[in-house]
């Protein structure tokens, strides 16, 4: 989950014993078919559930709570003035450390950040014209959707909500067709097959459940699909949130939650939404890891979702993922 689940480095678990490969799948003939020189009386080994967060933890030397609960300070690598933050300033802990991006990832972000910005400004433009039924404008969100968008791979899904246009686009969607849907053309825009990007939902949080499904099935086939669920502060009160979240938790889907905390959910500020420190520290109480980074600091949210889809990815085969 972003304020999500943070990464870092951290290795893959053990991989559980599938069903058919336990003692007790072995010893499913009949008594009839079995002679009773062929019984093997030794006694069944201990098949006690991995668990994950346990496992991962001990690759940084820290506890499962430690690995689990968000860093102690916002994730941040840039400053407000676009310089660096000391070192000693961001106050790194173990498996909460993320790397400055290369200057190339860094041209090619904020590329797809101003193009963002000014496609958003024109259509709030011709909103205000009458020529656009509806844009909800991502305005201030530009730089954690373009960071989260870029770590998806071809074959990965992207499951947006009405305000994630520039996330959008930056997988690749024509701006026009991205357009023709505010604007509320029939054939709804674009094709999500081909850009592997579903329709914007306009409820909240419908799209978490159908990212948590399209994972379940890609992994259920052996596919190489990571899906990448986004949301806003006022969706976690919904009761998709928790179903979404603790069905992908719970079979360890490769599943990736953005929510993007804009301080007001339409207008319900968010003190009247959550009483938890942050909104990342809900994602313990399922069983994740949770992590907040600051959503305008490009250079921090370009590590923090690299490294999250690395350990999505791992879940395909049974893995723990971060998220």
Not at 15 to 41: I, K, L, N, R, Y
Not at 274 to 300: C, F, I, Q, S
Request: proline share 9%.
């Amino acid at each position: 989950m972003s304020e999500p689940t943070s990464p870092g480095s951290d290795p893959a678990a053990e991989t559980p014993t599938p069903d058919s490969e336990t003692p007790e799948a072995q010893e499913t003939s009949t008594p009839e078919a079995t002679s009773p020189s062929a019984v093997d009386e030794t006694p069944a080994e201990d098949t006690a559930p991995v668990i994950p967060a346990v496992e991962a933890s001990k690759n940084f030397g820290i506890t499962p709570e430690a690995y689990m609960l968000p860093a102690t300070s916002e994730i941040q690598l840039l400053a407000p003035d676009g310089q660096p933050v000391p070192d000693s300033e961001q106050g790194p802990e173990p498996g909460h450390e993320y790397p400055m991006p290369s200057t190339e990832q860094l041209l090619k972000a904020y590329e797809k950040l101003v193009v963002g910005r000014r496609i958003n400004d024109q259509n709030m433009a011709l909103v205000r014209q009458g020529r656009m039924a509806v844009y909800p404008s991502s305005h201030g969100q530009e730089a954690c959707q373009v960071a989260a968008a870029m770590c998806l791979g071809d074959n990965d899904w992207l499951f947006p909500t009405y305000r994630d246009s520039v996330a959008v686009m930056s997988r690749g969607v024509d701006p026009l067709e991205v357009m023709s849907t505010f604007r509320g053309d029939w054939h709804g825009g674009f094709d999500p097959r081909e850009y592997k990007v579903s329709i914007q939902a306009t409820p909240l949080t419908t799209q978490l459940l159908h990212a948590v499904g399209v994972a379940h099935a890609a992994k259920l086939r052996g596919e190489d699909t990571v899906t990448l669920a986004m949301c806003g502060d006022g969706a976690t009160s919904e009761g998709d949130f928790h179903e979404a979240l603790n069905f992908a938790a719970v079979f360890q889907l490769p599943v990736l939650f953005l929510v993007q905390n804009n301080g007001y959910a339409i207008s319900v500020p968010l003190s009247s939404q959550t009483h938890a420190p942050t909104l990342a520290h809900k994602a313990v109480g399922y069983g994740m890891a949770g992590e907040r980074v600051d959503g305008n600091d490009l250079a921090a949210c370009c590590p923090y979702w690299a490294a999250a889809w690395n350990c999505a990815a791992r879940a395909r085969v049974r893995c723990w993922s971060r998220p």
